[in-house]
């Protein structure tokens, strides 16, 4: 609780009282939801992203680097450069890359300096240390086996635990700041020769197109992707039969824009989607200059049924938060590149050792999608202020005079 | 006839519950099957809450929850028999409300059908049943004072406080008999048979005192301060309306009546008050809060706002206080709304404000207030009728939800009003829903449309406040000032007692 300080001291000690509250929030939203286990190299990423301090994430990703870099994002991608065909590396947090996608707000939000981090950052540094100098069977190694295999034949094959309900979460332990590994290594990982086993042997339908479109108009819109899978009535059909997949789309919401877990959990209920979480802000309420970043992780159920013709739309509402004030009278946000799944597994399933395989869907977005959102402007801060404070007088005035005449 | 007017009084209740029903059900099917949904954002967010509650965790778990756990627990069915039940529970605090007033109007001596009018006009306006069976919980804010404005008309006994202290001293009578036999144990078995009569009287002690209207006003105000802070701007006027002219010398209050139109307009010119020095003024003022009723009545609901708040604070710690309480005395929200500070608020939210800002943003709501109190005290309904207006239209954040609170308190004042509906009530009427129509206008281009009008929609808000203020000013004036109750001191009073 910030004590009263004057002036700027004192909001400034409020905003860190409420981003601590968004992170609270944010994780309690979380635990209440569901339990999900972590990864904890992936906690020792996010908390290098948390730290906002070069020293830390230099030192951090030292450490990361040391054994294979499984995390290829972290390089400073200059903005989003369109979403070409390139395939991304299987990223399991998304929220890696996306450093800036928008020009940073006036103030960023604060988060804990390095008091708290520091000690933290030194376990997650020596445990990150001893997981990756373990047996080959960690999750990461497997991804990058499969990475660097995966540059020349453009297949990005990862495998999860089924316990595993989702992939992208994996900043929110950052906001517990709980670095204890949930499950046991034994559960986090799989061979890699397992996993690659999952995957050659089938023909897993693959896009053709990906279409993605930021539609309606104000401060509530829909962003609605349109998929398109090739080579769809036969092999889709018999993939179905013998498999159980989903479609899981990523979308890693720029800092002005929030998506609304009640409402999106109402979707879930009505059967629209199979699962949705959002991961990071959720705050409802804030401005963008006092909001932290989110994603928003779909997962779309695949059958025949809901196949027509091989396309598939997906609606994801989406808020807009009010924007940092600019002169020109609109503020614009623009979105990254989504993160594109297939998350499959046999259908009949042995218990001990089920796990879904993980492909990610290369396809090129040709479409930049961009929001326009009117915000106030900084030249009417004057007048603004002090005709709203005459008008509250006079009327304060005018009420007063009234109960001395009448 | 009485009998008709006690059969129309129950249609009226029995259509408007029929109503509300029939809203609730529609509102199920809504939600259910469109997209726009019917209920409140709120209700989902005191359901949710309420069913962490249910799961043993803390109501606070839910994002945005800002209210007392209170209403988390009375929301608890919600979760265990059917998701509508908060909606029936505040529809029926909705109609308790329309009883209530006519109680009110009834003890002062309204005609039944000016009575019938009153009621429909709370019954049946739209924004009314709307708000219980969307899911606001602001019925039962207003069913509470209502309440409270009843205990205060019905009376009290002086003995309150000696009854009080009598049950202090059984208390303890009791305490000091069960350690003396506890450590002697000789009349253990005696003190065992009698027990559940000893409980019986501490019981009945406690009925009668409940009973006691003033201590029965004061638990319900502690409790709806912290439940709603916003009630503690009645605080002042309870306390004077208590004071020294409170009771007669039979302990029982005695009310003003209410006197038909050609009376009000004869009299009109004689019901000020008459000139006394500033000394006298203020020394008759600050003598007020010296009464046994007011310190009583103080004194009752501070412990019980404590109460609550430290029961809470106990259970859910510095959440409660944090989301409940320090939320709302410090809030900023720059999303738009009605107020006039949103825009100020929004261009400022980056840089922080300044305690200057915040002092200044305080004054004319404070200002305000204190006028009222000053002028207005001693005819209750009327002071909270123009202060709760006034406390919405000066606040920092203004919801439709608010309107709620001064909607309740409208058909009580109303009968002292010299202004017609023909056409100054039309007047103000229109005017009052015009410039909301037009804010709505403007803030529906900025939502729905992404158009930046802040600056029409800061203007609209200025034109609300101007309406606002416009209304009071035309209640003001022309209102009947009437004190509640009759000061037995007064001697040859102007007012007429009790008639027929």
Known sequence: MPERHSGNEGYLAWKTTVAARNRDVGAWWKLWSSARPTHPLAVAVAVDQASHSDATRATTRAALHAPASPFPDTDERAGPASCSAHPTRVSHLPLLGSSQLLAPPALSSPWPMAVGAGPCLVAVVLSAAWISSSSSSSEAAASSAAAEQGGTSHRSVNCVPCSRTYIGDADLDTLTGQLARRHGLAEMSDSGELCKGLADDVEVPTLSKLHRQLVGEGSHRRLVYSVEFGACQGAMVNFLDGYDAHLVIIEKLPNGVFADPFELQHFVERKVFLDVAVFGDTNLELPTALSNQSSVEIHFDLRPSTLTNCNLVIDLPLHARYPPLDASGYATVEFGCPNLLLRYRKKEIISDSCLWVLKNCEAALAEKAAWRIPCGDERHIGFVSSITFLSALICSMSIVLAVLIF | ?500
């Not at chain 2, 009376?155 to 069960?178: H, P």
């Not at chain 2, 007047?427 to 992404?450: I, R």
Request: hydrophobic share 55%; glycine share 6%.
């Open chain 2, 1 to 500: 006839m009485a009998s008709a007017a006690a059969v129309t009084l129950r249609r009226v209740v029995l259509a408007s519950a029929a109503l509300r029903l029939a809203l609730v059900v529609f509102g199920e099917w809504q939600d259910a099957h469109l997209e726009v949904r019917y209920t409140d954002v709120d209700y989902l967010v005191f359901s949710d809450a309420a069913a962490s509650v249910a799961a043993g965790g803390s109501p606070f778990a839910r994002a945005t929850y800002r209210y007392s756990p209170l209403l988390a627990f009375l929301l608890l069915p919600n979760s265990l028999l059917h998701a509508a039940w908060g909606k029936l529970l505040f529809s029926a605090a909705d109609l308790l409300v329309g009883l209530f007033i006519d109680t009110i109007l009834e003890l002062r001596g309204i005609p039944e059908k000016m009575r019938m009018w009153s009621v429909i006009a709370w019954l049946f306006n739209p924004f009314t049943f709307t708000i219980g069976t969307r899911g606001n919980c602001e019925p039962i804010v207003c069913a509470v004072m209502l309440w409270i404005l009843i205990c205060l008309m019905k009376g009290v006994s002086s003995e309150s406080l000696l009854l009080f202290g009598m049950y202090i001293a059984r208390c303890l009578d009791i305490g000091a008999y069960s350690i003396t036999i506890l450590s002697i144990g000789t009349e253990a078995n005696f003190y065992n048979a009698n027990r559940h009569l000893v409980y019986q009287d501490l019981i009945t002690d406690l009925w009668n005192i409940y009973l006691r209207r003033i201590l029965q006003a004061a638990f319900w105000y502690g409790l709806i301060v912290h439940f709603r802070i916003y009630p503690i701007i009645y605080a002042v006027p309870f306390v004077v309306v208590l004071g020294k002219s409170y009771a007669g010398p039979t302990g029982r209050p005695t009310l003003t009546m209410w006197r038909s139109e050609k009376h009000l307009q004869n009299e009109k010119a004689s019901q000020r008050e008459g000139p006394t020095s500033l000394l006298a003024t203020l020394w008759d003022f600050f003598s007020n809060f010296l009464t046994r009723n007011a310190i009583m009545f103080g004194f009752v609901s501070g412990l019980m706002f404590f109460a609550w708040t430290g029961v809470f604070f106990y259970l859910y710690g510095w959440d409660f206080l944090n989301e409940a309480l320090l939320y709302h005395l410090t809030r900023t929200d720059p999303r738009h709304n009605f107020s006039i500070y949103f825009y100020h608020i929004y261009l400022h939210h980056q840089q922080g404000f300044s305690s200057i800002q915040r002092l200044a943003s305080f004054l004319p709501q404070l200002i305000v207030q204190l006028a009222l109190i000053a002028r207005f005290s001693r005819d209750l309904p009327i002071c909270m009728f123009l202060q709760t207006v006034a406390f919405v239209a000066f606040n920092k954040v203004m919801t439709a939800q608010y309107f709620v609170w001064f909607f309740c308190l409208l058909p009580l004042i109303l009968p002292w009003s010299s202004m017609k509906l023909k056409w100054k009530g039309l007047v103000c009427m229109v005017l009052w829903m015009g410039s909301q129509l037009h804010w709505l206008m403007w803030a529906y281009l900025l939502e729905f449309k992404g158009q930046n009008v802040f600056l029409q929609l800061w203007v609209a808000g200025l034109l609300f406040l101007a309406a606002n203020i416009f209304v009071m000013l035309m209640v003001m004036k022309h209102h009947q000032y009437t004190p509640l109750f009759l000061s037995s001191i007064k001697s040859g009073s102007k007012v007429a007692s009790k008639k027929e």
